[in-house]
């Protein structure tokens, strides 16, 4: 069977609502996901009503378990690569979902590991004006050129004077710099300092991003064990997916 045709296959027959009701979403989606791709196209009864039947189920259900494993754009991919026949394509989206889900967790051990020196960071005496950098430099007891560097790194993000171009680092800024310098000196490369300090950030300050480590852990737990789920649907709709083109379902 040609993998753009109509799937018609024996077994028990579904309509949209049927299939709509067994995971809380509306009949409009599910005719949506097949004109996009998401579900093999159907067959039609004498009536022109769409005719489904177990491989569509199947289907469905793998692309409602790839979302939160994924995410929608790469589980709309994987779904259409699996249905137009292209299954390495599928598994190389797989493979960039299970990579990038790596690339977190370490982006988290990192961060991890120096949350007791952000901790550990001056707390209090930060300037009440924005400093120069030959001030900052001064406070830090490192030279010009450094900060120039770590600004080039995407650690340091000062501001400009407007009327002379000069770069001006507010208590924020300082504030920064001084967590980058302590985690310089415990040898940490600059570009874990940039991630460090994205998440410093992010969070709104040392102390919320210690508190949100765990829940940040938790996040990619869930999504992991959501892959697990992904995996296992998409290993059961592929064999249906064939058979069903062979003629043998």
Avoid: C, F
Avoid at 11 to 25: F, K, N, Q, S
Avoid at 110 to 125: C, F, I, N, Q, Y
Avoid at 129 to 148: F, Q, W, Y
Avoid at 174 to 186: C, I, K, Q, S
């Amino acid at each position: 069977m040609n993998p753009q045709t109509a799937v018609q296959v024996r077994g028990e027959r579904y309509r949209p609502v049927r299939l709509a009701r067994e995971h809380g979403i509306s009949t409009q989606a599910v005719r949506n996901y097949e004109r996009d791709g998401l579900l093999p196209p159907a067959g039609r009864t004498a009536g022109g009503y769409r005719d489904y039947s177990d491989v569509h189920r199947h289907a469905l259900r793998t692309y409602l378990a790839l979302v939160p494993a994924y995410g929608y754009a790469a589980g709309a991919e994987i779904m259409r690569a699996v249905n137009r026949g292209d299954v390495d394509s599928a598994l190389r989206a797989v493979d960039r979902g299970h990579a990038q889900l790596l690339r977190d967790r370490e982006t988290l051990d990192a961060v991890e590991a120096t949350a007791d020196a952000l901790g550990r960071a001056p707390a209090d005496g930060l300037p009440g004006r924005p400093l120069a950098i030959g001030h900052l430099a001064h406070r830090l007891g490192v030279s010009p050129a450094t900060l120039r560097k770590w600004e080039r790194a995407g650690i340091l993000r000062p501001a400009r004077d407007p009327g002379t171009g000069h770069r001006r680092y507010t208590p924020g800024d300082v504030r920064d710099a001084e967590l980058a310098h302590l985690l310089r000196r415990g040898g940490n490369p600059l570009g874990h300092i940039t991630t460090v300090l994205d998440q410093v950030r992010d969070a709104g300050g040392p102390e919320p991003l210690a508190r949100s480590l765990d829940d940040w852990r938790r996040r990619l737990t869930e999504r992991g064990r959501a892959m697990l789920t992904a995996a296992g649907a998409l290993a059961a709709y592929l064999p249906l997916l064939d058979a069903a083109r062979h003629g043998d379902a």
